[in-house]
């Protein structure tokens, strides 16, 4: 299985997402080329809700470039929700939770089955 890697800036521009939606949820769906997540396209609606997960998949552009998602919980615990293992394998294969205070210690990716994976950082 391919590895996938994220350029900092936009893991940068993922935490200062979660800190402006804060206390609210932000969606994202990442695309990548060549192996590497370069893009984002913020998921249309608040993804306000944790809980609820009430967010439509339908509505949202995937498409072939796309790696997965990334997603902030305000809560500060980065690990993935009953709604989050259910939503992660319909958008892709590797998927960002991003906690409290939004910052390069609070941050995991895991993949579509809720494993653990360790995503490298590119420059
Ligand atoms: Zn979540």
Known sequence: M??????????????????????????AILKAKDGIIEELELAPGTYSNENSASFSIDMMPLSTDTAGS?????????????ADLKMFPKIGRFHIIIGTPYNNDTWRAFRANGDPYDMEVVD
């Open 70 to 82: 990334a997603h902030s919980h305000p809560c500060g615990l980065v690990r993935p929700s009953d």
């Open 2 to 27: 391919p590895e996938m890697k994220i350029r900092r800036e936009l893991l940068e521009m993922l935490f200062a997402l979660g800190k402006a939606e804060h206390p609210n949820e932000f969606l």
